[in-house]
């Protein structure tokens, strides 16, 4: 991938929580982030939902194993502009392929991102990034959330990594 584009991705600013990514080169499949965490907090779980809408007007398949984190993955990004930390494994995704109607959205992913990221104390803007699209049909990105991460205890193998740096 082109590194220019990678950090013009990263500096793009946070959309209105309802919009949705832009439509990919063919097809209607647009792609939404959604913060499921009340209070964010360092240490603490944090989750996001991948949902896919078809704003199409015919239904359209969509298999939730094609947004593994092998075609799709999570960008953080820390206020300083610098990527987070990524700590853990791949999260899986599972599911049969489902039709999706026009104008319906298909949630194919609930993810906890502090078991992937670092996720200090801070402010950070997150996006989901297609990395191989072998379809010109997959959203190419999710819209770009900000979250506010509040002072929170980390666990000791995160303060660890934190001494690291």
Not at 35 to 48: C, D, I, R, S, Y
Not at 131 to 158: A, C, H, Q, Y
Request: a negative charge.
């Amino acid at each position: 991938s082109d590194p220019a584009a990678i950090n013009e991705l990263d500096l793009r600013e946070p959309t209105n929580p309802d919009d949705w990514g832009p439509r990919p080169k063919q097809g209607d499949l647009r792609a939404r982030l959604t913060l499921q965490t009340e209070k964010p907090t360092a240490g603490q779980p944090l989750h996001l939902k991948l949902e896919i809408k078809n704003f199409g007007l015919v239904p359209q398949e969509i298999d939730p194993r094609s947004y593994s984190i092998i075609q799709y993955s999570l960008r953080v990004t820390r206020a300083d502009g610098k990527p987070d930390l990524f700590i853990g494994m791949t999260h899986q995704t599972f599911g049969d392929q489902t039709m999706c109607g026009a104008g319906e959205s298909v949630s194919v992913w609930d993810v906890d991102v502090s078991e992937l990221y670092m996720l200090d104390t801070g402010d950070y803007t997150i996006e989901a990034v297609a990395n191989l699209v072998s379809e010109e049909t997959m959203p190419p990105r999710s819209n770009v959330i900000r979250v506010d991460v509040l002072p929170g205890e980390m666990p000791p193998f995160k303060q660890f990594f934190l001494t690291l740096q």
